[in-house]
């Protein structure tokens, strides 16, 4: 009897003791609606940020959305325009084709008060360089030749001519941070977890991994004041889960929702956004090796698929077309204009007829690695279904994200599926540059084009004369497109969903969005 | 029986040891790599180099299975997280109490549903009750729980706004997480106390009961339902002990930052400090709720303490005389 009564004990005593360290309270759920006159955004966000200090975090593209919360860039990203427009730089001007020099405000301050001067962006870029986490955002600048002038004017150095610098800068990577604020905040490891560094609109407040961050209005915001109190980024790792909270009223905004759930939403009460980008899906061939080395099976494959049916069911709607490995809103891009053959066409019995010349004449097997979501799930199987149809087999496999990249990275692979985003062509171009490794783009095809290719893509890097790089440009897709080292399976949109009064929603360079502008109507 | 427990808390060191060394060959022979992870994939191969030599990933796996050993056992050091940089013991402490929290309500939640459901399906076998409440512990194990955990949001959330859809930062939100583990049990629960009570109440000592004139519900509760208890404990531990680590798909959809959804992450972006964490607190959480469900054996049926006393005797007698 002693003994039941000890374990029953024991047993009301555990859950009593869970409730209270989980700092229970008892008030309901505060919701998304604001209170009392204060204004409150929750939004639902897929993933857990693995630190809030960007330069020194390898993956800053899930942090998108909450870096543009903290930082604010040298120049602000207008996507309707495809432009660039001031915000800690208020002018610029080219003093040469590698240097630049921005002239900065005044009255720009830290969220710990410290001034911010020319001083941090050469500490931002330096800092940025050197913790080689992000690298591909920071290699490019020539350190030894960037300086501060005085307090408001400051020069930056590129390695090489970089035409497309600012879609860069503007880049929630190149968020400027106070270097006095990241020392007396501990540096750059403490910033990780408690960032007092950045000058954005709202401050950080708190973060409980895996479950939410809360920020604060910035009040010595150097901009127009921020409309909301707090903003709230909760993590909800499951997409039906987070239209549910949108549509129960827990949430103001969802990102990337499911498509078909879209549909069934009141419009009235929500508003859809639906984006076109610069980003495309994109099947890699690894050219290194049998069977797809061999031109005449690339291009057969290319023909055996069904581009515009592919890019319907797939995106749902919500996407685009596209007939070159550079997206068609892309600055670099050049609509195929007949003077090459584009093999980005469906015709079944011309890719039978060009399979049986190949060095594949009775078909092949090769696996399709992807890491699952509904939109490579779904191309995996619609390429699976329309190989068959010419003999060729395809075995599907779903990867894991840090298997996939290693993979692609090391040339491990028959096939894979990957949206580039970047809207900068050269990074697409170097997935077929030849002289760059596969580890070194992380990723890409191993494919060796002609001399003709290189000289191009050399003469492209030091062209700032728009017209005249994209006339290159057109030369270069002309080449890669015929010898069809990828797929292009269409780009799909940048889709959020949230409550119909709310306004000011941008759209970064990266098709990142920023809600640190948003007010309600 | 503080000998016994002392020595089922011993049986847990090889148990826990057992565990590292069998999720440390996993992390050995899965393919990837975590230092790209750490600095991504498309950073310089020496910058790669260098974190796997400050990571120690280049030592020889027994020197670093050994030194992870002595941190564990010498600092209670389960190292950093991959891919926060903060220590696991501190990341783990955070979720446990919240998963604690969801999986004791939810098992309380089943078992009070659960118990009489199986209970009143055993005394009315094969009414239309006994085949009614069968049906709905079918209905409760059958059902996929990713689909049961969307249904009750989009219900209970979104149509008639009762709980909110997701955070647990009052009361409210944590009932659709509970409801949705403790209902999912249910099934199995009172199926268990069915077939156990079935058996119990044709025994003798049941008979014997009424024959004495005892009430129904006495009969019932007290001689029946206690000697049925021990099949329903045996399993409500497992389901604990399997829960503590495997309320995933709730704490995803309700995202509740719990220990499951910690592990499943960890084990995505290949995380393996934080896998190797996790499971070593879940070991010794299962092993302790295994020790109690023993404990609770004793408590409920006291022939097992008996026999467990006997056995004693036996012994101490034994090495007196060989003595």
């Not at chain 2, 790599?33 to 030599?53: I, N, Q």
């Amino acid at each position: 009897m002693k003994m039941k009564k000890i374990l029953a004990v024991v047993f009301a005593a555990a859950i009593l003791l869970s409730t209270a360290a989980c700092g229970q309270k008892a008030a309901p759920a505060p919701s998304a609606a604001s209170t009392k006159g204060t204004q409150k955004l929750v939004v639902a966000h897929k993933a857990n940020p693995t630190g809030l200090f960007h330069l020194t975090i390898n993956n800053v593209s899930a942090n998108g959305p909450i870096d543009y919360l903290i930082y604010d860039t040298l120049v602000a990203y207008d996507s309707t325009k495809d432009s660039f427009n001031p915000s800690i730089a208020t002018k610029w001007e080219y003093i040469d084709d590698t240097h630049i020099k921005f002239t900065l405000r005044n009255d720009v301050v830290a969220h710990d008060g410290n001034k911010v001067t020319a001083k941090d962006v050469i500490y931002t870029l330096k800092t940025g360089q050197e913790s080689n986490k992000v690298a591909n955002y920071y290699d490019r600048f020539n350190l030894a030749e960037c300086k501060a002038v005085d307090d408001t004017t400051v020069i930056i150095a590129t390695k090489q001519a970089d035409p497309y610098l600012f879609y860069t800068l503007a880049n929630n990577a190149l968020g400027i941070v106070c270097e006095a604020a990241v020392k007396a905040g501990g540096g750059p490891d403490a910033q990780q977890q408690k960032p007092t560094a950045g000058t954005g609109p709202y401050k950080f407040v708190s973060w409980e991994s895996g479950s939410k961050l809360v920020f604060a209005r910035n009040d010595k915001y150097w901009g127009e004041k921020p409309y909301f109190d707090t903003i709230e980024v909760r993590i909800i790792t499951d997409a039906s889960a987070r239209v549910m909270n949108l549509e129960s009223g827990d949430v103001d905004v969802a990102f990337d929702p499911v498509v078909s759930q879209i549909k069934s939403l009141d419009t009235k009460k929500f508003t859809v956004e639906n984006v076109k980008t610069k980003a495309s899906n994109i099947a890699f061939f690894n050219c290194t090796k049998a069977p797809f080395n061999d031109v005449k099976v690339r291009q057969a494959v290319a023909l055996a698929l069904d581009y515009e049916s592919n890019a319907q069911v797939s995106m749902e709607g919500y996407g685009y077309v596209t007939d070159s490995f550079i997206p068609n809103l892309n600055q670099a891009y050049a609509k195929p204009d007949g003077s090459y053959t584009n093999y980005y066409k469906y015709n079944v019995e011309e890719a039978k007829k060009l399979l049986k010349e190949s060095s594949q004449p009775n078909g092949f097997t090769f696996t399709l690695k992807y890491m699952e979501n509904s939109i490579f799930t779904s191309l995996a199987q619609l390429i699976q279904n329309q190989l068959k149809v010419i003999g060729i087999t395809v075995n599907l496999a779903p990867t894991a994200s840090s298997v996939f990249y290693t993979d692609a990275s090391n040339g491990n692979f028959d096939m894979y599926l990957a949206a580039p985003s970047n809207p900068d062509p050269f990074v697409l171009v170097n997935y077929f540059d030849g002289r760059i490794s596969m580890q070194k783009a992380s990723g890409g095809t191993g494919w060796r084009g002609p001399a003709e290719l290189d000289a191009l893509i050399d003469q492209a890097k030091v062209t700032m004369d728009k017209d005249a790089r994209n006339a290159i440009f057109k030369k270069i897709q002309a080449i890669i497109n015929e010898n069809v080292p990828c797929l292009v399976l269409g780009s799909q949109n940048r889709v959020l969903v949230c409550k119909s009064d709310l306004t000011g929603i941008r759209y970064t360079p990266f098709s990142d969005i920023d809600l640190s502008h948003c007010s309600r109507k | 029986m503080l000998k016994y427990i002392v020595k089922r808390l011993l049986w847990m060191i090889p148990v826990i040891l057992g565990v590292l060394c069998i999720v440390f060959v996993l992390s050995e022979i899965t393919p990837g790599d975590p230092v790209d992870t750490l600095v991504g994939a498309d950073a310089p191969p020496e910058v790669k180099e260098a974190m796997r030599e400050k990571l120690g990933l280049n030592d020889p796996v027994y020197v670093r299975f050994a030194n992870y050993i002595v941190k564990v056992v010498t600092k209670a050091d389960l190292g950093n997280s991959y891919t926060t940089n903060q220590p696991v013991a501190k990341e783990l402490m955070v979720r446990f109490p919240i998963t604690l929290k969801l999986t004791l309500w939810s098992i309380f939640v089943a078992l009070v549903i659960s118990i009489p459901l199986g209970l009143i399906s055993a005394v009315k076998r094969y009414s239309w009750i006994d085949n009614l409440s069968m049906a709905l512990a079918l209905f409760g194990v059958s059902i996929p729980q990713f689909w049961f955990g969307l249904m009750t949001m989009l219900i209970f959330s979104v149509k008639l706004k009762w709980f909110p859809a997701s955070g647990i930062d009052g009361t409210a939100g944590w009932v659709l997480p509970v409801a949705m583990i403790g209902i999912g049990n249910v099934g199995n629960f009172a199926r268990i106390t069915r077939s156990s009570m079935l058996e119990v109440i044709q025994q003798d000592y049941i008979r014997t009961a009424r024959a004495k004139g005892q009430k129904e519900w006495i009969v019932i509760v007290k001689h029946g339902l206690r000697n049925a208890l021990i099949p329903i404990v045996a399993n409500v531990g497992n389901v604990l002990g399997i829960s503590l680590g495997g309320a995933v798909i709730a704490e995803t959809i309700f995202s509740v930052n719990g220990v499951g959804k910690y592990m499943l992450d960890a084990i995505n972006a290949r995380n393996w400090p934080s896998v190797q964490g996790g499971l070593v607190l879940l070991a010794i959480s299962f092993s302790i709720i295994m020790l109690l469900v023993d404990l609770l054996y004793a408590a409920i049926d006291p022939r097992l303490k008996s026999e467990f006393k006997a056995k004693n005797k036996i012994k101490s007698r034994r090495k007196a005389v060989e003595a």
